[in-house]
Structures are given as structure tokens and as C-alpha cells.
């Protein structure tokens, strides 16, 4: 007994000996750790070896949906619809069974009629390098120059080095090309172990189905569904909307930051580009498992993916239609001379702007030609691209906030008000018109250039009825070039408005830059020639300001932004476009005398209403009262610029219309146009059913 007591104390005295207890405690970690690690090398090593080699975490990119574009009343413009890709990863399998992975994966897209998408030069029947590079020796040399061939190499030379390159000898030549074109397009972006590229954009059902029922030997291959965008309509609203195409090498190298791949599509022209912000949202991510063949053995959610903002725009795609084909319509018609009496050859392109006068809204914009922004979303083919470029009309260039137009006698109303501010003349005070001015360079007035006739002695309203040019060179002459010219500041011409679009022109006013300037520079700019300049929006804006007493709007295509929690303010709207644009436009009030406006006002219902207002005709059946002015632009070139702009109802003005034909000859063959646009808004803003139409219109989506 005495001896366990002792045996017991001795054990109590070591456990009370708590560094002694700790070293035990590690050696047996230490020996547990080494056992395991025996088990894991030496044991089961190889077993955990092949494991680890078979087993592939990657994180692939989950897309957001980007936000839709609707016009003012709800009517989608441009949104998505689920459509699937084809990605190529890189695997551990071998040369061999990658080549004929991909050669078999290629003869299932094109028997479903699926395209390639592949910047491999190499033209439609495979024997040679694309137009492209044909015509642009400078593209195709520094192709060869960084594949390390001379600048005289052949194609088949190109051939031979990615034969070789690619390990692709054994192939014969259709099959070789289809494997060098997707491993050339692959490598250009960079595919990896963990990086896929798309080989295929928006593939047909069937080869879905025969690509998953191939995956077994498809090694790599990876079907991805993806929201992709989608227009309702190819051409409307095409210079306004835009388009989305996929990121440029050095658009990915600035915004990678910003959530993008090298994959990413993003807005390339208008809205598109504008509200690229708002419209992109965020992109998911998912945790992909797969193993050495590139099979998929679990996928999971990481990172959900939020949809992008919609935007609403000004427009109403109601008018917008009536102003498109209205547009081409009078194209057509200038051209067959169904409109004039006469064929003008010349007149295949122009523009028209609506606006809210009282809001300085956008309610219909349209340019043409337009072109199709389908086209873009998969990457336009390099026909279709060069056939855009090349068009002698430019269907891209967007003439209503773009093009830059002499005014011709549109301009006259603002030459009178400057007259009127200034005190230089009264609304009673008669001028006369001797036919041919008696200073500077005696310029002619129109009418005795045309009839050996004169208009008499005029009023100020009675010159605008008859754009009586001898009237306002008089004018001109009293007042003086800066007067002039701060008029035309007031009214925001020769000045971007800030419109949320990109490629905005500023114009010109003349007599604001010119280091040499004379009377008969003065003469030339008060009936709208010399260098003014002003795109179509400037000119509706003017005319705006008028028809609505004399406040100079803020234009603005964007009505709001919104996503299914918030919507940003005027405000925070209004700061974003300033940064995209760089232009701070202030709305104003010119403070004009409104027995002043009214009586430039008068001139305008004169034209369209009293004999010998020159759009007097064209206006005899109008469904309401219209007040206008006619404008014809001389151009150094073929025939003249014709320009027709208005608003109405003359008493209580709605909607400001301006029209611009290149080479259309006379303004006044513009009117019967601007006529059918405004009888159609008038048509479609005060029928009875109009709130339960737009609310038909937002449930049903209708598409056109």
C-alpha cells in the first residue's frame, strides 16, 4: 500500500509538471503528423497524385443581364433573350485528341449552319487571305510580321508555319483550317486551364443538343447560356439606341477593373455607349470543378449576378416610325420627282428632329440611312463591315446631332429678333427690297434672281412669309456681325447641347472666329450662309425657344433610369451626361419682349397659311396650324441643302419639327413631310383612347 501511495505521488508530481506534459502532448502530434504524411506520400501517394492532377477548380464568369431600353411609354427598344456559347478551354489530353476534338466540334456548328467566330484571315472559300487583308497591305504585313514571316509571304506560306504550329500535318487541308481558325481565335484570347474563349455565339438547338450528347470526346468544349442582346426592331432608332459588340483589346486592358473580360460586350454607339454604366450590371461568378478531359463534376454559385438598369427614353416610338418613314419617303420621292415635278438625284440622305418645346424632349429623332444594330451584337461579319465603311451616304453617321448645315433663310428669325433687341428696327417699320442691295457686294434677293422682281416695301413678319434676303441684309447691316452672333449664342447654336449621345458637333456661328472679316461677310450671314454651321438638334432647339416665348431648353434624350428597387434623379442623371459629354448647357430665359417673339411668330403662320408664304401649298389641308420657314443652303457642291422647320399648333405650340435634306434643292419640298408628322402627333396625342392605348402598349409589349 505504502508503495502505490508513493508510485501515485510520483505520477501526480509529473502532471503537475506542466512543461513536461506539453512535450509529451507534441511528440505524440509530431508522431501522428508523420504517419499520416507516410500514408499520404509513400502508401497512397500515386492514388492522391492522379486525383489531384484529374481535379480542375476554375471560376467562370456567370453574365449579367445588361438593362433594357424602353421609349417614353414602356415599349421595349432593345433587351435579351437566353441563347447559348460555345467555350473552348485548354485541356491535359494530347495534341492529337484536342485537334480532332476540335475538328469534330466545328463539323457540328456549320452542319447546323452555326458560324465561327474566328479573326483568322482567311477568306470565305479558304484559299487565301480575306479582302481585308488584300486591300490593306499594311494590316497584312504586320500580320506577318508578328508570326515572324516576311512581308512577302504567301498564304499558303501562313499556312505551312500554323501547320506546323498547331500540329495539324496529318489533317487534310478543309479539316486543317477548320482546326487552325478556332486554335488561332482561342490563343488570340488567351484560353487557359481557367480562361475560356468563345468559339461560337448564339448556336442553334440542335447543336446544342449534339455537342452535350458528344461531350464525352468534345474535350474542353463548354456550352454557357448567356442573356445576349437583342433589338427589337434592326433599323429603328438605330442612331439613337446603338449597339453592343464585344470588347476591343484595349477597351479590356482599361475596364478589366471595372468587372469586364476580354469576352465582355459593351455599348459602342449610342445609349448604348452613353449609359454603358447603368445598362452593364454585375457579373456572377460560378466554382467549377472538372477534371484533366475538361468534364464537369460540380458546379456552385459564388457570386450572384445583378442585372443592369433599364433606361426610358424621350422618345415615342409612335412618332418615331412616322418620322422614319416619313423621311424615307421623301427621299424616295425628291429622287422619282413625285415631289418636286422634277428628279433631284442627289437627295438619298438626311434628317429629321421632333422636340417638346416646352421640355426640350426628345420625341423623335431620326437620321438617314440608318443600319442594322443586330448586326453587331455576334461581330459583324468584314463584308458587312466594310460595305458600312464604304458607303459614299455614311448610314452610321448620325446627321441630326452630327451633321453640320448652313441654316439658309431659317436663320432670319433670329436675325430679326437681334434687330428688334437691339432697336435697330420696329415690327411697323417698313424696309424696302430694291432687288438688289446697294452695298458691299450688291447681293440679289431671290426673287429677282428668279423673276426680275422685288418684294416691295416689307414689315418684319411680311419679310419672313417671303424670306425677302435684301430685308434682312439691311438688318444685318444695322445691327452688325456681334449682335449677330450673340443672338445666335443665346439660342445655343454653334454650341453642343449636351444631348446624351456621343459624336455631338459643335457648328459654327459666323463672324465668332474669323480673323478677317467684311460688310459683305455680314450680308452673307444674315440670310444663314457664309460659315454658319448648325446640326439639325441645335436648329430644333432654336426654333423651340421660339415657338415656346423664349426659354432655351435643355435637350435631352434619357427620361429615366431605373432597376426594380431605385431610379436615379434628374440630378444624378444630369451630372452622369455632363461627365460623358463634357458639356455643362445651362437652360434660360432670353427674356425676349413677347410682342417681339409674337411678331416673328406671326411671319412663321404667315408662310404656311397667307399667299405668298412660301410653304404656303403644302399646308392648304393641315390639321392643325402650323407656323414655319423654308431654308435653302447653297453647298459648294451638286445641288442645294433643302431645310423646312416648324412647330404647332401655332396658338399653343406642342412640338417643334425640323427637317434637313442633303441636296433635297428647295425647303419648301420638305414641308408636305413635316406636315404628315405633325398631323400624326396630333392624330396620336388627342385621341380619346390615348391612356388605355399606352397602357395596352406597356402590358403587351408590342413589338414592331
Avoid at 455599348?267 to 460560378?286: F, N, P, R
Avoid at 437691339?422 to 452695298?439: L, Q, V
Avoid at 452622369?576 to 437652360?587: L, M, S
Amino acid at each position: 500500500m505504502e508503495n502505490f501511495k508513493k508510485k501515485f505521488a510520483n505520477a501526480l508530481e509529473v502532471l503537475e509538471n506542466r512543461e513536461l506534459v506539453l512535450s509529451i502532448f507534441l511528440i505524440l502530434i509530431g508522431v501522428i503528423f508523420i504517419i499520416q504524411l507516410f500514408n499520404i506520400q509513400i502508401i497512397n501517394g500515386a492514388s492522391y497524385r492522379e486525383q489531384a492532377e484529374n481535379k480542375i477548380v476554375r471560376n467562370e464568369t456567370v453574365p449579367s443581364s445588361r438593362g433594357e431600353i424602353y421609349d417614353r411609354n414602356g415599349v421595349v427598344l432593345a433587351t435579351n433573350k437566353l441563347t447559348y456559347n460555345v467555350e473552348l478551354y485548354r485541356t491535359k489530353v494530347g495534341i492529337e485528341e484536342t485537334n480532332n476534338a476540335i475538328r469534330d466540334l466545328v463539323d457540328i456548328l456549320v452542319s447546323n449552319g452555326d458560324a465561327i467566330s474566328s479573326s483568322f484571315p482567311v477568306n470565305d472559300n479558304g484559299d487565301n487571305f480575306s479582302q481585308e487583308y488584300l486591300d490593306d497591305g499594311e494590316l497584312r504585313e504586320e500580320f506577318l510580321k508578328n508570326i515572324k514571316l516576311e512581308k512577302d509571304a504567301t498564304f499558303n506560306d501562313v499556312i505551312d508555319y500554323y501547320t506546323e504550329l498547331y500540329a495539324v500535318e496529318d489533317y487534310d487541308y478543309e479539316d486543317k483550317l477548320k482546326i487552325i481558325k478556332v486554335k488561332y481565335e482561342a490563343n488570340q484570347n488567351g484560353y487557359s486551364l481557367f480562361n475560356g474563349a468563345i468559339i461560337s455565339k448564339n448556336i442553334s438547338k440542335n447543336s446544342v443538343a449534339q455537342i452535350e450528347e458528344l461531350k464525352s470526346r468534345l474535350y474542353g468544349v463548354n456550352i454557357v447560356s448567356v442573356p445576349q442582346r437583342y433589338y427589337v426592331s434592326d433599323t429603328f432608332a438605330s442612331h439613337i439606341i446603338g449597339y453592343v459588340s464585344k470588347i476591343s483589346t484595349e477597351e479590356y486592358k482599361n475596364m478589366k477593373d471595372n468587372g469586364y473580360t476580354i469576352n465582355s460586350l459593351i455599348g459602342k454607339a449610342g445609349i448604348e455607349e452613353s449609359m454603358e454604366t447603368y445598362l452593364k450590371g454585375t457579373d456572377g461568378v460560378k466554382k467549377v470543378v472538372t477534371d484533366s478531359f475538361g468534364n464537369v463534376s460540380s458546379e456552385q454559385i459564388t457570386q450572384d449576378a445583378v442585372a443592369g438598369n433599364n433606361v426610358y427614353l424621350t422618345i415615342d416610338y409612335r412618332i418615331q416610325q412616322v418620322v422614319e418613314s416619313s423621311l424615307v419617303s421623301c427621299l424616295e420621292g425628291l429622287r422619282n420627282g413625285s415631289i418636286a415635278g422634277k428628279i433631284i438625284p442627289q437627295a438619298y440622305s438626311g434628317s429629321v428632329v421632333v422636340l417638346d418645346v416646352e421640355t426640350g424632349e426628345v420625341l423623335a429623332m431620326a437620321s438617314y440611312p440608318n443600319y442594322n444594330i443586330n448586326s453587331f451584337v455576334n461581330g459583324i461579319s468584314t463584308q458587312e463591315w466594310n460595305a458600312l465603311n464604304n458607303d459614299e451616304q455614311k448610314p452610321m453617321f448620325n446627321r441630326a446631332i452630327s451633321g453640320t448645315y448652313s441654316p439658309g433663310s431659317t436663320y432670319k428669325m433670329l436675325v430679326g429678333i437681334s434687330g428688334l433687341e437691339s432697336g435697330a428696327i420696329t415690327t411697323e417699320e417698313y424696309i424696302n427690297d430694291p432687288g438688289i442691295y446697294p452695298y458691299a457686294y450688291n447681293p440679289k434677293c431671290w426673287i429677282y434672281s428668279s423673276y426680275m422682281l422685288t418684294h416691295g416695301n416689307l414689315k418684319l413678319a411680311e419679310a419672313i412669309k417671303v424670306s425677302c434676303n435684301c430685308y434682312f441684309y439691311e438688318v444685318g447691316r444695322r445691327v452688325g456681325i456681334k449682335t449677330i452672333v450673340d443672338w445666335a449664342k443665346n439660342f445655343g447654336l454653334g454650341r453642343k447641347t449636351g444631348i446624351e449621345l456621343s459624336g455631338e458637333a459643335s457648328g459654327n456661328i459666323a463672324g465668332e472666329n474669323e480673323e478677317t472679316w467684311s460688310l459683305g461677310d455680314t450680308l452673307s450671314a444674315s440670310i444663314g450662309q457664309s460659315t454658319n454651321l448648325y446640326t439639325p438638334l441645335q436648329l430644333a432647339n432654336y426654333i423651340s425657344t421660339i415657338a415656346n416665348g423664349g426659354r432655351l431648353n435643355k435637350v435631352s434624350v434619357i427620361k429615366s433610369v431605373e432597376n426594380d428597387i431605385t431610379s436615379l434623379s434628374i440630378t444624378q442623371i444630369s451630372e452622369f451626361t455632363k461627365q460623358f459629354t463634357g458639356v455643362d448647357f445651362e437652360a434660360k430665359d432670353l427674356n425676349i419682349s413677347k410682342y417681339y417673339i409674337d411678331t416673328i411668330k406671326e411671319g412663321m403662320y404667315a408662310v404656311t397659311t397667307d399667299t405668298g408664304g412660301t410653304a404656303q401649298f403644302a399646308f392648304l389641308d393641315s390639321k392643325v396650324e402650323v407656323a414655319g420657314k423654308t431654308g435653302t443652303a447653297q453647298v459648294a457642291n451638286g445641288d442645294n441643302n433643302a431645310i423646312f422647320l416648324g412647330f404647332a399648333p401655332y396658338n399653343n405650340p406642342k412640338i417643334a419639327v425640323v427637317a434637313v435634306v442633303e441636296h433635297g434643292d428647295q425647303g419648301h419640298y420638305l414641308a408636305p413631310m413635316v406636315k404628315e408628322i405633325i398631323n400624326s402627333y396630333f392624330d396620336i396625342y388627342t385621341t380619346d383612347s390615348k391612356t388605355e392605348k399606352n397602357q395596352d402598349i406597356v402590358n403587351n409589349r408590342i413589338e414592331f
